[in-house]
Structures are given as structure tokens and as C-alpha cells.
């Protein structure tokens, strides 16, 4: 299949023959969709904690900190900012400046002054025009105004990583989402040293962007906090890059390469591997709220971190019991409450298997990576859902499902997606390390069977795009996960550059 010059590009690359004839196989043979058997709902896969709950987790999260426990702030950052500017770039490619009513360039016309990079704007203009922002308000020159925002000559914000995008207006002047993450991780993430750990995923082309923005951002933000910060970043690895085929599922060349495209999110989970702290949160880049809208976010990210340590308690005195070769029926029964109950794992295992048996069961099931999600009412935003589905092993547990990994022809999962409640706002809690403090190989507990694929081009040709596991989806597929409800108020993500006028970004 592969000719010689492909063999090399592919050592050059750290991808293995075996895994890129599978990339290749999967394009012949698809992904199967998932067994699903209900829509987590509060009550069925959900947990809703009351407020005396609440406080308990909070106070188990203060008392890993104050102990002395790692944590790590993990924010995926490599999106470009493109699509934020989508309607903007469609608008100007137009041939008019008149502004139709109700639409998003509009809005954003009418709103220049909530802009939080009204000054960044008004310099660009002046560059770009030898004018004021105000005398093209005056001339109706509404595309001038746009492509001073998104084009290279102007502000380029169409070409810029989402993360160095100034999102809020600051008496002192505006912030980023990188820098707002700084500041939640010094509110949420700080360690009993004083110290804040942050990693971000960049894209290669933009590293030096983002090194630039930490050697002023760091410094402002240690002023302003009183602690200490250690920020890292690092890049998908080549070796996660897929290979594209054509129609035919023939490889795609492109200039007699291979040519291969970045594997989506779920590449992440090598980058995750790599990560040396027993706690990590994960949240994306994108949603973070200014100063003064920030006490919900940090409160449900300290319930989230509580949960978290109170179920990783539990484990870890189940595995101590099963180690100690002693457990009574009483006991057992505790344990089998608490995965049916806490992590809701349901297996007919739990009560055909024999002791010794079911001993092995049990303490396979647990010892593996443990997360908490948020999970928020669904109200109408984008985002996947939680769901309980069948494992390869027979056994049901939460999972974080995507549109394109249910079947749409089912009409009884068509009927479960209708009657989802809830969706994943991205907003994680993890715990990867083993009681006896050495790391799970994460790798290990992604489902390969829940990537897909999807339709690109590449130099004006049609092609076939294979996505690895998404992070939070198929990637931590064998991971013990509990769903935990929490406000809508602490989902405020900027899709598209309109949404930093909604009152969740105004300072």
C-alpha cells in the first residue's frame, strides 16, 4: 500500500505502518455508532447536589489543597479564531456597506462601543484609513470598519489563535481569554505553596505568539493575584496526525506526500499523558468571564473538585481493602453500591460472577482514571451530551456522547436525544494518577472504535478527514466518570465574536 518515500515520511512522522493501515481501514469500514441505553437525566446519571452537599465538597476540595495535593489547570488553545469571524468575512467579501437589519454584523455596528478591543480597532483604522473610527461611523463605511478588525493589514483577529483575542474591558485595559485563565486557575487551582500550574495547547505556527503574551501576562498576573505562576505549553504531536484519503480511500497525495491533517481534540489526550499532577482541570479556552462574574464559576469548580476527591477516597479504600485480601460480604456489598450508585456502573457481573471473580472484576473497574463533569441544562447551546451507553465489556456507564456517534436512524435514540436535559459545557475535573502516585498510561482507556469521519478539501480537491476520539468523548471512554449538574451560569463560551456582547462579557 505504502511506497518507499511513504514508509520514511511515516518514521519521520512516529507513526507506525500497523496504525497508519488501521487509519486507512477505518476509512473502508466506518465507525459504528454507539449502544446507547438512556439520556442521563438527574436522578439516572446525573447527581444534583443540595446545597449541604455543596459545602462538603467545597471543604474536601480546600482540604486537598491545603494538604498539600497537585492540581494542573489543562486549557486546549489551539483553535484559530476564524470561525468567530465567519458572518464578518462573508459580510465584507459582499459588494455593499448597508447593513441589514437584525443581522450579526449589524449588531456588531451598533455596538462598537462594547467592544473590548474598541482600542486595538480605532488604531487599526487609523492605519489602515488615515482616519478616525468615528468619521467611518459617520460615512456608513461599515466594511472598512469589519476589515479593520479581521484582515492581516488590519487587527487580523481572523487569523489570530481565539486565546491572544481581547475578550473584557478593564479600567487598566482589556484581557484575553489566556490571561482570564490565569486568573481562575489563581482562584480555583492554587496549591498550598502559592503556586498556580497552567498548561496550554498551542498550534505550532503560534507558539511565539503565546510566549510573547505569557512574558507580560504572568508578571500582571502575579501583581494581581500575590502568587506564583509555572505555565507550560505544548503542541499536538505529529504521530496523532491522520492520513487523508480520497473518494476511493486511496491515499491522498499532495505533492506525491501523504498528506496528513491534525487528528482533532482527542490528539490531546497524548499531550494529557504527558501531564505530571494528579489533579487536572480541563476547560476550554474560550469560556471564561470577567472579574466580577467570576464567584459561580469558582464555587461549582470547587464542588466539581471536592467530588472529585470524595469519590477518589472511596476507591482508593476499596482497592486498599481488595488488596488486603480480606473483604467481607458486607463490604463487597458497599463497594457494588458505590459503583452502581456513585460512578453508576451497571454490570450483570455484579451479581453472577463468583467471589474471586468478582473481586477481579471490581478492582479492574476501579482502578482507572476518575473525572467529574459538569453538566449543564440544556437551553439551546451547542455542545455534546451526557448519555449512559453500553461498554464493549457488556457493562453501562456515563459517557459524553456526540451527534455524529448516535445513530440517526434509530428512532428510539432519536427520541433519547429529544429528551436529553442536559449537555457538556466542557468543564472537567480529573484525577490520573494511581493510589500508589504513579500515572495511568491514558492512551490505554480510549474506545478506537468512536472517532469518524468527515468530508474536506485540500488544494481545491475533495478529500476524507479521519477524527481521532474527541478528549472528553471516546479518548477518556474507559475512565470512571460522574455527572454533576451545575449553572447554566458557568457556560459562557464566545463562538462567534457577537457573543462578547452578552452581558456575561461586559465588565
Given at each position: 500500500m505504502f511506497r518507499p518515500q ?272 494528579a489533579v487536572v482541570f480541563i ?225
Open positions: 511513504d514508509l520514511t515520511l511515516l518514521e519521520k512522522r512516529g507513526v507506525s505502518v500497523a496504525d497508519a493501515e488501521a487509519q486507512i481501514g477505518r476509512f473502508v469500514s466506518g465507525f459504528p455508532f454507539l449502544k446507547i441505553i438512556s439520556a442521563a437525566t438527574v436522578g439516572n446519571g446525573i447527581c444534583r447536589l443540595s446545597p449541604e452537599q455543596e459545602n462538603d465538597a467545597i471543604a474536601r476540595w480546600q482540604q486537598y489543597l491545603n494538604n498539600g495535593g497537585e492540581v494542573l489547570k489543562f486549557v486546549p488553545a489551539s483553535g484559530a479564531a476564524s470561525r468567530m469571524f465567519k458572518a464578518l468575512f462573508s459580510y465584507i467579501d459582499g459588494d455593499s456597506d448597508e447593513l441589514a437589519p437584525g443581522k450579526p454584523v449589524t449588531q456588531l455596528i451598533e455596538n462598537l462601543d462594547k467592544l473590548p478591543f474598541l482600542p486595538e480597532l480605532k488604531e487599526a483604522v487609523s492605519k489602515m484609513y488615515g482616519t478616525t473610527l468615528d468619521e467611518l461611523v459617520k460615512a456608513g463605511r461599515n466594511r472598512d470598519i469589519i476589515a479593520a478588525i479581521v484582515k492581516p493589514e488590519g487587527m487580523n483577529y481572523g487569523n489570530l489563535p481565539k486565546g491572544l483575542l481581547k475578550f473584557h474591558t478593564y479600567a487598566d485595559g482589556s484581557r484575553t481569554p489566556l490571561e482570564e485563565h490565569l486568573t481562575e486557575g489563581a482562584q480555583t487551582a492554587a496549591n498550598s505553596n502559592g503556586i498556580v500550574n497552567l498548561h496550554f495547547t498551542v498550534s505550532e505556527q503560534h507558539v511565539p505568539l503565546f510566549k510573547a503574551k505569557l512574558a507580560e501576562a504572568i508578571p500582571a498576573a502575579e501583581a494581581r493575584t500575590g502568587l506564583k505562576f509555572d505555565v507550560s505549553m505544548s503542541t499536538q504531536k505529529p504521530s496523532t496526525d491522520t492520513i487523508a484519503v480520497n473518494s476511493d480511500n486511496t491515499p491522498f497525495l499532495q505533492d506525491d506526500n501523504l498528506l496528513f491533517r491534525p487528528g482533532g481534540h482527542g490528539a490531546l489526550i497524548e499531550n494529557l499523558n504527558d501531564i505530571n499532577s476547560k476550554n479556552i474560550d469560556n471564561v468571564v470577567p472579574d466580577a462574574r467570576r464567584d459561580i464559576t469558582v464555587r461549582y469548580k470547587q464542588v466539581i473538585g471536592g467530588v472529585l476527591m470524595q469519590a477518589r477516597d472511596k476507591v482508593e479504600e476499596f482497592l486498599k481493602l481488595i488488596e488486603a485480601g480480606n473483604c467481607s460480604e458486607q463490604q463487597i456489598a458497599e463497594i457494588i453500591d458505590f459503583m452502581k450508585n456513585t460512578l453508576c456502573i451497571n454490570d450483570d457481573k455484579l451479581t453472577k460472577l463468583g467471589n474471586t471473580e468478582l473481586i477481579q472484576y471490581i478492582k479492574a473497574k476501579l482502578d482507572r482514571p476518575l473525572r467529574v463533569c459538569g453538566m449543564v441544562k440544556n437551553e439551546g447551546e451547542p455542545g455534546g451530551g451526557p448519555f449512559i451507553t453500553c461498554n464493549a465489556d457488556g457493562s453501562t456507564s456515563p459517557q459524553i456522547l456526540e451527534s455524529t456517534q448516535i445513530d440517526p436512524a434509530n428512532p428510539e435514540y432519536e427520541q433519547m436525544l429529544k429528551s436529553a436535559t442536559h449537555f457538556n459545557p466542557v468543564d472537567l475535573i480529573c484525577y490520573i494518577k494511581r493510589p500508589d502516585g504513579s500515572n495511568y498510561n491514558l492512551p490505554q482507556y480510549v474506545d478506537p472504535d468512536t472517532g469518524f469521519i468527515s468530508s474536506k478539501s485540500a488544494g481545491g480537491r475533495e478529500l476524507r478527514a479521519l477524527e481521532l476520539p474527541g478528549l472528553w468523548n471516546g479518548a477518556m471512554s474507559d475512565w470512571n466518570t460522574i455527572f454533576v449538574e451545575v449553572p447554566i451560569e458557568t457556560f459562557n463560551p464566545v463562538k462567534v465574536v457577537n457573543d462578547l456582547l452578552r452581558p456575561a462579557h461586559q465588565s
